[in-house]
């Protein structure tokens, strides 16, 4: 009697528990999906070749120019990108939601604009840091995005041309403003095209070789141990607390020491291969930090915009008064004002006014224009789309 054959296993495991009927309607699902993807994956060249088609529209325009002062063309348009999103989420019916969806048209465009021109972005580093998130988030993971050490570091790589655009963190809606960027302004001639604002959601992390059970300290930078202080009270209290430059430099610490942790965001956990012990443990779940694009050009009305000037007052009683009189006047709604010191003047003050509007809307225009009677000095900083995403 000959011996019986092994029971032959199915190749596909999911064949074991599914009936024949199910199986044939999962295959037939799992084909309409390589489908849809083949269309999608020529559609995405299809996207690719007009982005390139624009690229030489641009060049020859610039080659056949008689303008001495058209030197370049400019190939990132944030007006346009910011109408894009918005029609992306405008058009979208699910069941993605509609920030994702945008999130995933800002990667394909960020690879056509790579097409058209690489992009190099400056920003305030090391890598791994939110001023990094911020900037993947705004130009996508395709821009050759450059660490700087400071703020001041940025705007020079972009006033030298050696970076194209710059990120800077402008202010936290815990911690307030940053004074370094403003004050980057009172002595740089650069523009803001843009701004980003990202949700900070800090976590705790550890590396691989991390003893959790022997944790004696906890890297990352004061503001993030401020953002955190509850929780770490709470869950915490008796580890050592060390500021450090950066959240990305907390990170960094962890890969050669067992018993530390850090606290940071994705980017960093990502960076450094470090794992999410916690995640969340802000203590306030709303935190949010704006950021600033910087650049050369003047930006477009895109339909939904602000605009920032810098002002120079007189030295008199009620100065600040006068100033937003004619916004008021003119439906112009202020959306933040912060003072600086007007170096090297002693007990002189420059003040930040955010508003919404294009200077090219008329009741903007001139709002700004029966300012500049009433001031030393104003100067726009920029007009530029509001943030998307």
């Not at 141990?225 to 950066?246: G, K, T």
């Amino acid at each position: 009697m000959s011996e019986q054959s092994p029971e032959q296993k199915p190749d596909n495991p999911e064949q074991t528990d599914t009936p024949a009927t199910e199986q044939a309607f999962l295959n037939q699902l799992r084909q309409n999906i390589d489908t849809v993807d083949s269309q999608i994956h020529t559609l995405i060249n299809n996207r690719a070749r007009l982005a390139q088609q624009v690229a030489t529209v641009k060049k020859e325009h610039v080659a056949n120019s008689k303008d001495a002062s058209i030197r370049n063309p400019i190939f990132y348009r944030p007006e346009r990108e910011a109408q894009v999103l918005k029609a992306v989420m405008a058009r979208n019916e699910g069941p993605i939601s509609d920030e994702k969806m945008a999130r995933l048209f800002r990667e394909i465009m960020s690879v056509c604009l790579d097409l058209e021109a690489p992009q190099r972005i400056a920003f305030l580093g090391p890598v791994g840091t939110f001023t990094h998130a911020a900037a993947l988030k705004h130009f996508g993971k395709a821009a050759d995005t450059v660490p700087m050490t400071t703020i001041t570091d940025v705007f020079r790589e972009v006033e030298a041309g050696t970076a194209m655009y710059g990120v800077v963190p402008v202010e936290n809606s815990s911690e307030g403003v940053v004074n370094h960027t403003l004050d980057g302004f009172l002595s740089s001639s650069l523009k803001i095209i843009g701004e980003v604002e990202l949700p900070i959601h800090q976590n705790f992390l550890v590396a691989q070789h991390t003893k959790v059970d022997s944790l004696s300290r906890i890297y990352s930078h004061q503001q993030s141990l401020a953002q955190c202080r509850h929780w770490l009270d709470v869950n915490f209290p008796n580890i050592e607390r060390v500021a450090v430059s950066s959240n990305g430099e907390a990170a960094r610490r962890l890969k050669n020491e067992w018993h530390s942790a850090a606290i940071a965001g994705d980017v960093a956990a990502a960076e450094y291969d470090l794992h999410k012990l916690y995640s969340n443990i802000e203590d306030n779940p709303s935190n949010t930090t704006r950021f600033l694009i910087i650049g050369h050009e003047a930006i477009a009305p895109s339909g939904q915009d602000k605009t920032s000037i810098v002002v120079s007052a007189h030295d008199k009683a009620g100065a600040l008064i006068e100033i937003l009189k004619p916004l008021s006047y003119h439906g112009v709604s202020m959306t933040s004002i912060e003072t600086r010191p007007e170096r090297p003047n002693k007990w002189a003050y420059v003040f930040f006014i955010d508003m919404d509007g294009h200077i090219q809307d008329p009741n903007v225009s001139a709002a700004v224009a029966d300012i500049k009677p009433l001031v030393k000095d104003l100067r726009v900083l920029g007009s530029y789309p509001k943030a998307v995403l």
